[in-house]
């Protein structure tokens, strides 16, 4: 039996600020708002937006807890259409490409929490 992932709570120190990026960047990875805080996809995944307790300390990318979160993007051309959106709307996206044909877009958002969107040719798994 699979248990597929239903839901991620992310904590932010400005929560005003982690909407307004999360509201820019999430629509391109077919999101939808659904309430307040809340998004979510066709197929069931809902990400949470909550306020994190005052005086924790920043994310950081090689210590415990979650390290970045991913997308499978359809082509690489949605990648790199979605880091030139993103650059528009003055959000930093970092682009990338791995062996073999792997395109990766690596996104930090307000507290430092990357996102990233790749896309891996036929026959290459999302994670070796």
């Given at each position: 039996m699979t248990y597929p992932l239903d839901h991620l709570t992310i904590l932010s120190r400005d929560p005003e600020a982690a909407a307004r990026f999360y509201a820019i960047l999430l629509p391109h990875l077919g999101f939808v708002q659904k309430k307040p805080r809340i998004w979510a996809n066709h197929r069931?995944?809902?990400?949470?937006?909550?306020?994190?307790?005052?005086?924790?300390?920043?994310?950081?990318?090689?210590?415990?807890?979650?390290?970045?979160?991913?997308?499978?993007?359809?082509?690489?051309?949605?990648?790199?259409?979605?880091?030139?959106?993103?650059?528009?709307?003055?959000?930093?996206?970092?682009?990338?490409?791995?062996?073999p044909g792997i395109t990766a877009l690596f996104v930090p958002d307000p507290d430092g929490l990357r996102v990233e969107v790749s896309y891996y040719p036929p026959g290459v798994p999302p994670v070796d």
């Open positions: 069931g995944l809902h990400i949470q937006f909550l306020k994190a307790k005052e005086g924790t300390g920043d994310y950081g990318r090689h210590a415990p807890g979650l390290n970045h979160f991913g997308f499978a993007a359809p082509t690489r051309e949605a990648v790199e259409a979605l880091a030139e959106a993103l650059e528009r709307e003055g959000i930093e996206a970092r682009l990338q490409t791995f062996p």
